[in-house]
């Protein structure tokens, strides 16, 4: 199921994984969060990447043929990225506000001291998309990180394209050099935020290739395979290690390139492609920035409110993120499956009064 700028099966893909990086975020001992793929779930943002590459090559590789063409589209994608990041810049400066005065007034102590890590440095370079270039630091929105790597991934996408891409052979050597170098440079360092340029690069530029892969090479790939990828790459998540440990995680990002690969290559009618097609699941994939970028807010509000109005206790891990001690499956499951609804929501509204006008208007500049 196409039309001239989305692939429908690709766009549910992305929903989903948008709502595993959501509860990847959220730790409060239900069987929906604390499982292998969930605690995992953190290389979903890798494939974002990936599907960014493949999905930015295809609608955009055969458009970037001047200057201005460059100029346009750069403009066009900060239009999509930046509206929505910088009002959840300035809701979490809200937030940072309120956990200010609650000290002073009231002695309501947050568990991470207001502006201490999010300070007015960490926010003029969140302000300017560089917090992920120049900072080490998960600040403010701690997601949107990637939205930072990726702004400037764009830049480099576009000009190669512009200076090389009329000579194939020359712009695939590039590309996988780039992959290569990047790839090597993760492989003796780490997969943690701290690299994210490396990371988006990495990622990006296989999904660009796994594009061209698509294009130049008409290939189908039988049922079976794809289902059979799909299980091999769901089980390396599972096996995978942390962000900080070098091991099959790195090479996760081959195996999404592969699996949209295959998807795209393999019969309309099959199973999982109907699955994907069905509409309410593309309608997340729609919605699925929304999801990414508003989900630490709502977290952050629901753990807050579990602590403060019904007493519950939290724990911080060795990554900063608060985990709230929640007795019972049931209870631990229904406020997760609340969260995940309220994030779902405020992200439609999202997309309907913020994203959705902006992208209109991205269509009308040529």
Sequence with gaps: MLNKNKIFFLESLRGIAAICVALFHFQ?????????????????????????????AYN?????????????????????LYPLHLFMLFTFLIIEF????????????????AFSINNHSSFMLNLLLLHNIFDGTLTWNGPSWSISSEFYTYILFALLTLYFYKNRYLYFAITTLI??????????????????????????????????????????????MVYVILFFTFISICFSEGEKIIGINIFIPILFGILILSLNSSPDDILLKRFLNNKYLIRLGTISYGIYMIHMAVWWGIIQSLRFIFLFPTITDERGMVEVLIEGQFLSSSITIFGISVIIFLAHLSYERLEKPLNNLRKKIN
């Excluded at 955009?60 to 999509?80: A, G, N, P, T």
């Design 28 to 56: 409060g001992g239900s069987f929906i969060t604390e499982n292998p793929f969930i605690r995992n779930a953190w290389l979903m943002v890798d494939f974002f990447f990936v599907l960014s590459g493949f999905v930015i």
């Design 60 to 80: 955009y590789q055969d458009q970037l043929k001047s200057v201005r063409d460059c100029y346009i589209f750069q403009i066009k994608r900060f239009l999509r």
């Design 98 to 113: 309120g956990k200010y005065f609650l000290g002073i007034y009231f002695g309501i102590q947050s568990n991470v001291e």
């Design 179 to 224: 992959i290569l170098t990047a790839f090597m440079m993760l492989y003796f360092s780490d997969m943690t935020a701290n690299n994210g340029f490396l990371r988006c690069i990495y990622s990006f530029f296989l999904g660009v290739c796994v594009y061209h892969l698509s294009k130049f090479f008409n290939f189908r790939c039988p049922s079976f």
